[in-house]
């Protein structure tokens, strides 16, 4: 059992800023990638920020230089910085993992989201 926690979400003004924080517990070997995606209504899920195998980051375009990516290793929390904030940027933000975990004697390659945390931006 592996599980993905978001928390921070909140209503915020258009250039204000959050915080939103992603832990992630259960039995797990090892995590290979973290990253953020988030959905508006009716619009499909988008990547905004991942931080794959070896240390570098990616960042949407409409994003990048307002959000950051970072990453807790020891506690497997993963957050993301979100600054500047516009009303594009309300949708559900979610949590992604690409990980290693344990099941009874084995381990498996797998990977899970969490459920999601909502992100407002209105004046």
């Known amino acids: 059992q592996v599980q993905l926690v978001e928390s921070g979400g909140s209503l915020v003004h258009p250039g204000g800023s959050l915080r939103l924080s992603c832990a992630a517990s259960?039995?797990?070997?090892?995590?290979?990638?973290l990253g953020w995606y988030r959905q508006a209504p009716g619009k499909r899920r988008e990547l905004v920020a991942t931080?794959?195998?070896?240390?570098?980051?990616y960042y949407a375009d409409s994003v990048r230089g307002r959000f950051a990516i970072s990453r807790d290793a020891a506690n497997h929390t993963v957050y993301l910085q979100m600054n500047s904030l516009m009303p594009e940027d309300t949708a559900v933000y979610y949590c992604?993992?690409?990980?290693?975990?344990?099941?009874?004697?084995?381990?498996?390659?797998?990977?899970?989201w969490g459920q999601g945390t909502q992100v407002t931006v209105s004046s």
């Open positions: 992604y993992a690409d990980l290693r975990y344990y099941s009874g004697s084995s381990n498996y390659r797998g990977n899970d």
């Open positions: 259960g039995s797990i070997l090892s995590i290979y990638d």
């Open positions: 931080m794959p195998g070896g240390g570098s980051t």
